[in-house]
């Protein structure tokens, strides 16, 4: 899954009162939209709302969020990029700035990992829709899911570059060689299971 591709749309927000009409987005208001903000009540949720949306729904807009949380420094080697020198890296920083509070990081090497990678994630929504029987659906169809773990926080931290590929290439080898442990196991209790199955019906092939 590519990592922009983790988007919320502002739709999936929307409130509705007892007689289905359009409540502002912002949670904890529970006044009715009115003109022209076509889905606010005033001038002020509408940039709340859009400020909120870019830091919690969007992947840059969290990850921007997550360098700053960390201070623009990996948590694993500890190395860190002073922050006035990011502001003269990129020329989109005065509108990430005046919008959400954050700074770009185009030209440094600082990267966002997910602490519990995206492929175990995905695996575990999949075991848990085979258990409850639901139809498997397509990935961008599970917003709540895609906010909860995706785009999560707490599942998110600041890396550089290098930590960031030695631990995705221990990953990647960890799951390769357990994935091949689980095929020899599951493989050898279907062979022991077919052959003991066989001898006890005596119909099944014999061993020589």
Known sequence: MKRKGLYIPPNFFNKLDDRGKLLCRVAECTKQ???PYRYFCCRSHAKEFARWHFLHCTWIGVRLAIFKRDDYTCQKCGKSWDKAKIIKLTKRNIRF???????????TDLECDH?????????????????????PTNLSNNLSFTKERLLSYNNLRTLCSKCHSNITVNFTVTRHYENKMRSSAETAKAMIK??????????????K
């Open 194 to 207: 077919y052959y003991t199955i066989g001898k006890d019906n005596k119909t099944g092939p014999k061993l």
């Open 33 to 35: 939209t009115r003109l």
């Open 97 to 107: 700035l005046n919008f959400a509070d954050v700074l770009d990081v185009k030209g």
């Open 115 to 135: 602490i519990q990678p995206v492929v175990q994630l995905v695996e575990h929504l999949r075991r848990v829709k085979r258990t409850s029987n639901e139809t």
